[in-house]
């Protein structure tokens, strides 16, 4: 590995935060825990390492993914952790503030990982300002503004397959879709690359990100015409939860089925943060060049990676003492 000085990650706020040292570091040790997480005796070692630890999942908007795989990340580093999904059963039903709540969190655990309503987005700015020093925060999705622990597997699934030369194109409701939001923020950390935001006009992206590209863009309204120019396809569905936009659109021409599959590259790739709408035809799971399954499971491994980061474990710490754990323990593989 390149000798760098390193930025350290205290909390995962925003897509920003992230230099493209940093990003290829989070690559680099998502392959090394995979490697490692592939065998029992990497698995048992892996949940020695921060089994002093204990984090709260506060979620107040609906997950599958992005709960379960913080959850089992977790898990596989050995922190313990517990978890509020419906605010209704917290003291938030009487009344509490939302700091109140997050400075009482802070007297029970070392690392809360939020995702957070519309509504009390606003606090994963005052969170890290006002709790306890040793708290660590992540943010798993703040309304429809930022979600950059999405963007780091999904930059991540890309970064497998090459990103020299890639148009990539982001497909769909784009105003409100926070995933593409904060990939495109990591994305203009590269050069050689073109991000396309292919939407009708009124679901286009907004210019508070636009103003923050440095990488080329074009903003497409017709699909399928863009189609064989792509190397990679981001999917998204309608984001209809957010309100704000009534303006009806013909979703088929916002999507992948039988009829367009033909005119995308052999060696493109299909992505899609989930869960899917009608975007994706479920027949085009049995194409090759479909890869949010693959998304879905790197999303626990480059959250495992991130957690482990931001708790000073760096790729050349992880892959010594792993490489100290197989001589000790045998073979890894
Ligand atoms: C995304 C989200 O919550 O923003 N899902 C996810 O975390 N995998 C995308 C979406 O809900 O459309």
């Given amino acids: 590995m390149k000798k760098e000085v390193l930025t350290t990650i205290k909390h995962c706020l925003k897509a920003q935060q992230f ?27 892996m949940a020695t390492l921060l089994n ?48 109140d709540s997050a400075k009482t969190f802070a007297q029970y655990v070392d690392l809360i990982i939020m995702r957070l309503h519309p509504a009390h987005e606003s606090l994963i700015e005052e969170a890290p300002k006002k709790l306890n020093d040793r708290i660590r925060i992540i943010n798993a999705g703040s309304g429809s503004d930022q979600h950059p622990t999405q963007a780091l597997l999904d930059f991540y699934t890309i970064y497998k ?17 926070r995933t593409v939001r904060s990939l495109a ?7 050689n690359l073109k991000l396309y935001f292919i939407a009708p006009p009124a679901y286009q992206i907004k210019d508070d990100i636009l103003k923050q590209l440095t990488v080329s863009y074009e903003l497409v309204y017709d ?30 021409d916002y999507s992948i089925h039988e009829g367009n599959l033909n005119k995308f590259k052999k060696d493109a790739i299909i992505m899609h943060p989930l869960p899917r709408g009608s ?3 479920p027949s085009v799971d049995d194409d090759c060049r479909a890869k949010y399954w693959e998304q879905v499971h790197n999303g626990l491994w480059v959250r ?7 708790y000073g474990m ?7 003492s792993s490489e100290r754990m197989v001589k000790t323990l045998g073979t890894i593989n």
């Fill in 304 to 310: 495992v990676a991130l957690i482990a980061l931001m």
């Fill in 185 to 191: 923020l990591l994305l203009t950390k590269l050069d």
């Fill in 223 to 252: 699909f399928d015409q863009i189609i064989p120019e792509l190397n990679v396809v981001y999917m998204t569905r309608l984001q209809k939860e957010y309100g704000g936009n009534d303006v009806p659109y013909n979703q088929i």
């Fill in 279 to 281: 975007e994706i035809a």
């Fill in 52 to 99: 002093d630890k204990r984090a709260l999942l506060f979620f107040t908007q609906p997950s599958t993914r992005t709960f379960l795989s913080f959850k089992n990340a977790c898990d596989i580093l050995g922190i313990k952790s517990t978890e509020i999904r419906d605010i209704a059963t917290s003291s938030f039903a009487k009344d509490e503030t939302l700091i």
């Fill in 19 to 45: 230099d493209l040292a940093t990003l290829y570091r989070i690559c680099e040790l998502t392959d090394k825990v995979k490697e490692i997480g592939a065998t029992k005796e990497g698995l048992n070692w």
């Fill in 314 to 320: 760096d790729y050349d710490i992880i892959a010594k």
């Fill in 161 to 177: 397959y090459g990103f020299a030369g890639k148009n990539i194109g982001f497909v769909g409701d784009l105003q409100r879709g």
